[in-house]
């Protein structure tokens, strides 16, 4: 399977612990990012990487949150200090960076549940 | 501040005919737009996308519309089957403005009844 991966797939947590999501992208593709989707809405965009720079952040990314993208392949976004309402699902996204072209294959993601 | 709207929550269509799922934007900088099929528990899957400088796109079953002026595209499958029944999320990205986001909209549960 050449897509998208991500783990784990699913991740219960208490709140007030940290968690580490891993992400690993489609071969070719060099841009990476990261989506939270919660309930009834469509996914929001939290942050993207080409290679490995992060070149663009959301509002909706705390201090508690870092994402790293260290050899630019993999990603991990890592949550520090758990709340109730971090529960939701994560998704990693890549997509090559060919100009006005924005296809973004999408991973299976990571639900997180907070208690 | 919904940039991306859907404002059907629901469709429920008879198999072999036409669905058409809708979607409006406010983002006068999208130029490209997306439409992803989710099941649940799995990842969005990329449909179809159309650029700007297009008013149709057209692959397969599936074909999308683009109304610049109305800011507003719609998703046509037809004949649809019971496998096309899945929530369908809208995308746009601004992607002249150098920003790779996608902005989503809320989704449209599409239910196509054998």
């Known amino acids: ?115 | 501040d919904q940039q991306v709207k859907q404002n059907s929550p629901s469709l429920s269509v008879q198999e072999g005919r036409i669905s058409i799922l809708n979607c409006d934007y406010t983002n006068s900088m999208f130029d490209y737009f997306l439409w992803y099929k989710k099941y649940p528990a799995e990842g969005p899957t990329f449909l179809i996308s159309i650029s700007s400088i297009k008013d149709k796109n057209e692959d397969g079953r599936f074909t999308v519309f683009l109304n610049k002026s109305a800011k507003h595209l719609s998703l046509h499958i037809v004949p649809s089957q019971p496998g096309d029944s899945a929530v369908y999320f809208c995308a746009a990205s601004a992607t002249q403005g150098g920003s790779e986001k996608l902005v989503f909209g809320k989704g449209t549960k599409l239910t196509v009844n054998p």
């Open chain 1, 1 to 115: 399977d050449t897509g998208v991966s991500q783990d784990p797939r699913h991740k219960i947590t208490k709140r007030g612990q940290n968690v580490t999501f891993r992400c690993d992208p489609i071969s070719e593709h060099n841009r990476l990012y990261w989506y939270r989707q919660t309930l009834g809405q469509g996914p929001e965009f939290l942050t993207y990487f080409q290679n490995e720079a992060q070149l663009e952040k959301s509002r909706l990314l705390s201090d508690r949150f870092s994402a790293e993208r260290p050899k630019g392949s993999f990603s991990t976004l890592e949550i520090q200090r758990t709340e109730q309402g971090d529960s939701a699902m994560y998704l990693c996204a890549s997509s090559f960076s060919v100009p006005s072209y924005n296809e973004q294959f999408f991973g299976p993601g990571t639900r997180l549940t907070v208690l």
